[in-house]
């Protein structure tokens, strides 16, 4: 009788424990589309079989095993970093495009240029015509408009630009908040390291900070991370979170650390990177070639 109810415990048993592999397997297809998640496999332990010692032997279930791959995350983080600086560059520039119009049709720089160097031409041919000499003014008018308006466009890019800045740093200090948030509860909870949903939040966070900026993860073997911005600034250690700051006052972008060191040239990539070139280098760059114009 012994071993008769051993056996029936051992099969209660093992039905439980599959009972919740199918649970694990419902929660990955509940969660295929969301954002950090990694599917999660229970790790089935057999266990002892020895009927004279009272051992029925059957199937315990062990730490659940999470399928993430920390190399291809990277690989995915690098990429996002340089599509984050791309889309980025492109939304600000395609603004700058249409200051410089390449087609006679559309007017512009270019076109108004061209309008003024014919007035010139009839001017060589009629030196004495009246007319024709407004038409030389009146064409050098238009060039200059032009020029004031051009240089009026970069510098309303330029202002969006600042704007924009402070946004994207205040989007960086609340993600590291958030990261630091998740690293205390790891810290403070051992079985937080079974915890899929925290651990879907943290790559979430590290995803979406990955399109702001560039960063070097540093992971603490817990569960925890480390952040250092730029590969050299400390952003997120342990469950403490290291503000940064934008200072646009020189009219050219500096990115300051809770020190408020200048960290300006740590930060290559993401949204924050593209802004610091295009503010500090791009833009600057137009408009000095426009004043040499």
């Known amino acids: 009788m012994g071993s008769i109810t051993s056996a029936l415990l051992s099969a209660a048993n093992t039905l439980t424990v599959y009972g919740n592999a199918f649970d694990v397997i419902e929660n990955n297809i509940s969660n295929a589309n969301t954002q950090g998640y990694a599917?999660?496999?229970?790790?089935?332990?057999?266990?002892p079989f020895d009927p004279d010692g009272g051992l029925a032997g059957g199937v315990s279930s062990g730490p659940l095993i999470n399928s993430r791959d920390e190399y291809l995350d990277q690989a995915v983080r690098t990429q996002q970093?340089?599509?984050?600086?791309?889309?980025q560059q492109s939304n600000d520039l395609s603004q700058i495009q249409t200051l410089f119009p390449v087609s006679s049709a559309t007017g512009g720089l270019a076109n108004d240029l061209s309008s003024l160097f014919n007035s010139f031409s009839q001017l060589s041919v009629s030196p004495n015509d009246e007319p024709t000499r407004q038409a030389v003014i009146t064409a050098a008018g238009d060039v200059a408009n032009?020029?004031?308006?051009?240089?009026?466009g970069i510098t309303q890019v330029s202002s969006n630009i600042a704007t924009q800045t402070g946004s994207v740093v205040s989007q960086i200090n609340q993600i590291a908040s958030e990261i630091a948030?998740?690293?205390?509860?790891?810290?403070?909870?051992?079985?937080?390291?079974q915890d899929e949903g925290l651990d879907a939040q943290m790559h979430a966070d590290l995803e979406n900070l990955s399109q702001l900026a560039n960063f070097t993860l540093i992971p603490n073997g817990n569960g925890t991370y480390n952040v250092a911005l730029g590969g050299q600034t400390m952003l997120?250690?342990?469950?403490?979170a290291q503000q940064i700051s934008a200072d646009d006052t020189s009219g050219t972008i500096s990115i300051l650390d809770s020190q408020g060191n200048d960290i300006t040239s740590q930060i290559t990539q993401g949204?924050?990177?593209?802004?610091?070139?295009?503010q500090n280098s791009i833009l600057p760059g137009y408009m000095?070639?426009?004043?040499t114009f």
């Open 39 to 47: 599917r999660q496999d229970v790790n089935l332990q057999p266990l």
């Open 81 to 87: 970093q340089l599509l984050g600086s791309a889309q």
């Open 146 to 152: 032009d020029i004031q308006s051009t240089a009026n």
């Open 181 to 193: 948030s998740i690293n205390q509860q790891y810290e403070s909870s051992p079985a937080a390291s």
């Open 236 to 240: 997120v250690e342990g469950s403490q």
């Open 271 to 278: 949204q924050l990177g593209a802004m610091i070139q295009e």
């Open 288 to 291: 000095s070639s426009l004043n």
